[in-house]
């Protein structure tokens, strides 16, 4: 049985990416900063549940202690958590984007790896952004390019990054960042864009399965690698 650990997935793509593992047989925690919503994911998924806030060191360790004190390893780790950071931009706004979707990588990474080394097979998938790539947002034929998200599109440069790093540092483990493609959720919802959460949950899902020989350290969409 593959344990897996989603974090933010108590709605949009964190929670369909939940559903279609769970149904290729994993045993799946749904990471939640809160509780009563992930509970009820969790629930209402068959998976189980895992109080965990990105931003929190103490809140990172009790749910790593907690899944391996019931498993004994982790196989598969998906860092999903994030913010869009949209609107005006200071100081604090950009802290939390950076403590949300860069620093709480490191967090849970760290506290995931003695874990992940337990693992015959074990992957990190980073559900990442090409508005973090250089080349799509200074490509005036991609939609990126058009998008002045300038908190999202940094921490996510910097996801990104960390990903590829981590893949340097730890030759045993797989870590890939995703670009899931522009989906319909409550993050994205005052753009009024995006396709429906099925098929971008499906491009995770699928580098949350990678078999042994599979890459390390690169940042894919569906059609393939993407330039940085």
């Keep these: 049985m593959t344990v897996t650990l989603i974090t933010g997935a108590n709605k949009g793509i964190g929670y369909e990416t939940a559903g279609r593992l769970l149904a290729l047989g994993h045993t799946v925690y749904v990471g939640a900063r809160d509780a009563g919503r992930g509970a009820h994911a969790a629930a209402t998924l068959g998976a189980r549940f895992v ?8 809140s990172v360790r009790a749910a790593l202690d907690t899944i391996g004190a019931a498993e004994g390893r982790l196989d598969v780790l998906v860092h999903n958590a994030g913010i869009l950071a949209a609107g005006p931009i200071d100081g ?18 760290e506290a995931a790896l003695p874990l992940l080394r337990k693992s ?18 200074t490509n005036p034929e991609r939609p990126e390019s058009g998008l002045p ?10 996801a990104t990054m960390l990903t590829v790093q981590y893949a340097k540092a730890h030759p045993g483990i797989r870590f890939n960042a995703v670009e899931p493609g522009a989906t319909a959720t409550d993050m ?8 429906p959460v099925g098929p971008s949950a499906a491009v995770v899902a699928r580098w949350a399965t990678l078999g042994p020989d599979g890459p390390t350290g690169t940042l894919q969409d569906e059609r393939g690698p993407l330039p940085f």
């Design 51 to 58: 109080q965990l806030d990105v931003t929190d060191d103490e």
């Design 92 to 109: 604090p706004t950009a802290l939390l984007a950076f403590d949300t979707n860069a620093v709480g990588i490191v967090r849970v990474t």
């Design 120 to 137: 015959a097979n074990p992957t990190v998938v980073t559900v990442s952004s090409s508005m973090g790539s250089f080349w799509a947002v």
């Design 149 to 158: 998200l300038a908190l999202y599109a940094a921490s996510k440069a910097a």
């Design 188 to 195: 994205t919802a005052a753009f009024g864009i995006g396709r």
